[in-house]
């Protein structure tokens, strides 16, 4: 048995004491001091287990069930929200929502890939995979956002861009183009949130922002775990290798600088607890959306530039 696996047993069974404990109620002193002691306990071994966890463990926490979606942030950050549908040209893409809402007073559009809860509502999402229709729809909204002056907030939550037969059809691939293009030019303060997946170009197609704020559990890579081990080594047997070598986790991609600030979850991760998780994300949103609307729509642009101009960059030495 591994430590991870050990220390989780333990936790376990303090879980089980502290409920027993919980029912039979705190009216008691000594009993409230026992609760206050097995709490934090508990909460000290989640965070010895979270430390010890692999890349392939973090992809798995990242694609938890009980995660909070999109709409979870939206419900709890946002006020008012209008959600806008459809593309103007095809038809409306459930895995992305967008709309205009207010962040603490202030007139923002939100956008984000949104995963479903049960098997009838993840159909209904497509399991957060967008077609071209969703990033058409993504960018039009983006483009109200411009000509209104209101700053675009991101919710990135995808496992990739939809690789069906009538999403390649309707021109996939130029679809996001399109967006990392456009994204690029737009004159307002632009956030994203990696909050779970972020898959290859699927997230990328709301992804160029001048902020990128990542969970701690959240990944975000070119390729899954699972697509690279199947290219790699024809198969899906070494995802937990490929997931090693992609640096697909938080703490990598704040070193490598392709994010800019890492968002602490929960103790457990932010499955555990969506409004504790929802308010560790505001504290840092609200921060780096303030620095952002002190900037000038030329210097906006200037620093997305910069910022992914640096991406890449390796050393001679």
């Not at 990328?204 to 990542?214: H, T």
């Not at 198969?235 to 800019?260: C, M, P, R, V, Y």
Request: charged letters at 35%; glycine letters at 8%.
């Amino acid at each position: 048995m591994s430590s991870k696996e050990s220390i989780e047993k333990e936790v376990e069974v303090f879980e089980k004491a502290l409920s027993e404990m919980e029912r039979l109620g705190d009216d008691n002193e000594k009993v409230r001091e026992e609760i206050e002691k097995l709490r934090k306990k508990i909460s000290e071994l989640q965070k010895e287990i979270l430390s010890q966890l692999n890349p392939w463990q973090r992809t798995k926490l990242a694609r938890h069930e009980n995660r909070p979606y999109s709409l979870d942030y939206i419900k709890r950050l946002f006020t008012d929200f209008e959600e806008i549908h459809g593309d103007r040209k095809y038809a409306d893409d459930p895995a992305i929502v967008a709309g205009f809402c207010f962040y603490k007073g202030t007139p923002v559009v939100v956008i984000g890939q949104q995963k479903g809860r049960n098997l009838k509502e993840r159909q209904f999402r497509n399991f957060g995979m967008p077609q071209p229709e969703g990033y058409r729809k993504a960018i039009r909204v983006m483009k109200m956002a411009e000509k209104f002056g209101k700053p675009i907030i991101t919710f990135i939550d995808t496992p990739g861009a939809y690789p069906g037969v009538g999403a390649e059809e309707r021109g996939q691939a130029e679809a996001i183009a399109y967006n990392l293009r456009e994204m690029a030019k737009l004159r307002v303060p632009i956030i994203s949130n990696v909050i779970g997946e972020g898959g290859s170009g699927g997230a990328l197609g709301i992804g160029v922002s001048n902020r990128i704020l990542m969970l701690e559990n959240a990944i975000y890579s070119v390729i899954s775990p699972e697509s690279c081990s199947a290219i790699l080594w024809k198969d899906q047997e070494h995802a937990k290798e490929a997931a090693e070598n992609l640096k697909l986790t938080s703490s990598d991609l704040l070193k490598f600088g392709i994010i800019d600030e890492i968002v602490k979850e929960p103790e457990g991760g932010a499955h555990k607890d969506h409004d504790k998780a929802a308010n560790l994300l505001d504290e840092v949103l609200e921060k780096h959306l303030k620095e952002l609307q002190n900037m000038s729509a030329d210097e906006l642009i200037e620093d997305r530039y910069r910022k992914f101009r640096k991406m890449g960059v390796v050393s001679g030495e």
